[in-house]
């Protein structure tokens, strides 16, 4: 019964997106965009020449992304994270603030090109991965791995089996292996990092390293330097906050926030979670630590509405045509139609 409700709910929505972009071809969409107001932060994460599902479904194309702010320029009001804070808004717009996650190395070879081309401002959240000594974060290496990798595999003695999407799966639990790791501290994660390098040589295949390839320090510091580019924090390890001891939570945030203001000379006071994930412990820990920027996805608990640090952002979906991308950005969800 479930699945055909599911099936249901995907054939009505498909419906919507159809009939959303013959309005659009038909100019049918202008008086929407021309009337709507208010503010979202979108989320974006990597950006490519081409084939952005080739390991996950976070990554747009350069093209698709120059459309998105190309339509933001004609008829939204693009505002930066600090001017979104300090809620300077347009009272003719709707306002959108443009963020991005993980500290992609494509992020400055593609998009910093076009903000400063097209003089638009973002936000990137930058993990501190590259002090450490990686320069992949563990989800991508997972990403390839699930891509490239054995049907089988083997880890701390447990054996695992591709399934759908090309998940390692527990044989024993039926778990993710994405899911299990993602739970524990980075201490794990290095663990099977190390441990299953040998079974994909990714990186003898130079054209696919914007897949996965973070930011150097050198780029960090240039991108800083831009004026329509701020840097933010999204922790250490990239670990999942609200998971892990509360002790590493602010070990990692103190490290990644001064790891961070050496590189761009500059104070850090904004704090993505990774994976939008989060808990009460992990937002006291931030303010203590110097943030006064707390951005999640969704909000968890109702007081976060009302906490003037708190902010949410809306992911986007690489699936959908730009039209309805910009529709969902108004209405703050992907299940709405005009």
Avoid at 38 to 47: D, E, T
Wanted: hydrophobic share 35%.
């Amino acid at each position: 019964m479930k699945k055909a409700q599911n099936f249901l709910s995907a054939v009505r929505q498909k419906i919507n997106y159809t009939n959303n972009d013959i309005r659009s071809l038909l100019r049918m969409n202008k008086s929407f965009f021309d009337e709507a107001r208010g503010a979202r932060i979108v989320l974006y994460h990597g950006i490519c020449i081409d084939d952005p599902l080739r390991f996950n479904n976070i990554f747009l194309p350069v093209n698709t992304f120059r459309e998105h702010i190309r339509f933001y320029k004609e008829h939204f009001n693009i505002i930066s994270l600090d001017d979104f804070y300090q809620q300077r808004f347009s009272d003719d717009r709707f306002n959108i603030c443009i963020s991005f996650d993980d500290g992609y190395a494509n992020n400055y070879r593609y998009v910093l090109p076009l903000l400063e081309q097209l003089k638009v401002p973002a936000t990137f959240f930058i993990t501190s991965i590259r002090e450490a000594g990686y320069d992949i974060l563990w989800n991508d290496f997972i990403g390839i791995l699930g891509k490239y990798g054995p049907e089988k595999i083997e880890f701390r003695n447990e054996v695992f089996v591709k399934r759908r999407a090309n998940q390692y799966v527990s044989v024993k639990t039926g778990e993710e292996l994405k899911e299990m790791i993602r739970a524990q501290g980075f201490g794990i994660k290095k663990e099977m990092m190390e441990t299953l390098y040998p079974l994909v040589s990714f990186r003898k295949n130079q054209s696919e390293e914007d897949y996965w390839l973070q930011m150097t320090e050198q780029e960090i510091f240039y991108l800083s330097n831009s004026k329509w580019a701020t840097i933010g924090c999204h922790g250490y390890y990239h670990n999942d906050l609200a998971a892990i001891d509360i002790h590493d939570v602010e070990t990692e945030m103190i490290q990644s926030k001064k790891y961070l203001e050496r590189i761009t000379g500059k104070r850090i006071n904004s704090v993505a979670f990774p994976y939008g994930s989060y808990s009460r412990a992990v937002i006291d820990s931030a303010k203590k630590i110097g943030f006064t920027q707390l951005l999640a996805t969704d909000f968890l608990l109702e007081e976060d509405r009302i906490d003037p640090s708190m902010r949410e952002r809306f992911t986007v979906n690489p699936f959908i045509s730009v039209n309805n991308q910009m529709i969902a950005n108004i209405k703050g969800s992907y299940a709405s139609r005009y």
